[in-house]
């Protein structure tokens, strides 16, 4: 049997993330070919994609779509977490070899990150954690930083072995998204979701429930004072919260109930829309 991976262990996780595109075909091979991961489900308009057992993206194809601009709250991006650094070396290494086009790549003391966006400017972000006694804290706190990322030393963690897609383990690390008002999302992820405060700047905010470096992120690099995404436009439609178990599920729910907020219960699920626009779906996990 195989052992939970850490994210699990979490009272809450990130779920499935569900991106609005309009050329489907286009988006779905950037995440086949150059994310690696595998079909798990479609229809004529709605693609699911995902790594072993777990569906990761749902890209629904919507051709006349409104186009959001840069500056929309929003999605900054999805980030995508492998199970170890031995994979991101393999998968910085397929990258090299198919000449993709990356944004940037980071070591953040948490984590080790390599940024790029897929063909509509949905952001990406492809990374693996460094073990928790390793990460880097302020007080009560975690001090993220943004150093320069050791490429080649990476890609030696990778050894020779090839790339041959987004292995069993691979999850939603985490979601970033652009926002209006950090503080405004941060009240509302705190107060509605019962999420942790793990690192704040004055224009970012980073949220974890149970301790991981963060969930959620949201910030204003982008999109100061922008208002709630339009629910038709193109970019990032919502994703989901899972519960580790009933105890979990439950927790949140009261904290959703607490807060006032509206939501509304369909089958199993509990749906929200935060203050940036993004659907937010509560399920057991």
């Known amino acids: 049997m195989s052992l939970p991976l850490a994210q699990d262990l979490t009272p809450l996780r990130i779920g499935t993330v569900s991106l609005v595109v309009r050329d489907l075909p286009r988006v779905a091979a950037f995440y086949r070919e150059v994310i690696g991961l595998a079909e798990t489900a479609s229809d004529t308009h709605v693609l699911h994609l995902g790594a072993g057992s777990r569906t990761l993206l749902e890209l629904i194809g919507r051709p006349d779509a409104p186009v959001a601009g840069p500056r929309a709250a929003g999605l900054f991006h999805t980030a995508i977490l492998l199970p170890d650094r031995a994979s991101l070396g393999r998968w910085l290494r397929h990258a090299a070899a198919s000449r993709t086009s990356l944004q940037g790549a980071s ?123 339009d629910p038709e436009a193109t970019g990032l439609k919502g994703f989901e919260f899972l519960a580790r178990d009933e105890a979990a599920f439950e927790a949140a729910e009261t904290a959703i109930l607490a807060s006032g907020v509206t939501a509304a219960r369909q089958g199993e699920a509990i749906h929200l829309v935060d203050p940036a626009g993004v659907g937010i779906a509560l399920r057991r996990g």
Do not use: C, K
């Open 107 to 229: 070591d953040h003391g948490v984590s080790e990150a390599i940024y790029l966006a897929d063909p509509e400017g949905n952001g990406v972000e492809v990374y693996a954690d460094r073990p928790r006694r390793e990460w880097p804290r302020s007080g009560d706190g975690l001090r993220m930083v943004t150093d320069p990322l050791d490429a080649d030393a990476l890609l030696a963690a990778g050894g020779e072995a090839t790339f041959d897609g987004a292995p069993d383990g691979t999850t939603i690390g985490h979601v970033h998204l652009q926002t209006g008002a950090v503080e405004a999302s941060q009240r509302y992820y705190t107060e509605t979701l019962g999420l942790d405060v793990m690192q704040l700047v004055p224009s970012a905010t980073f949220l974890s429930s149970g301790g991981y470096h963060h969930h959620v992120a949201a910030n204003i690099w982008n999109s100061r004072g922008a208002p709630p995404r």
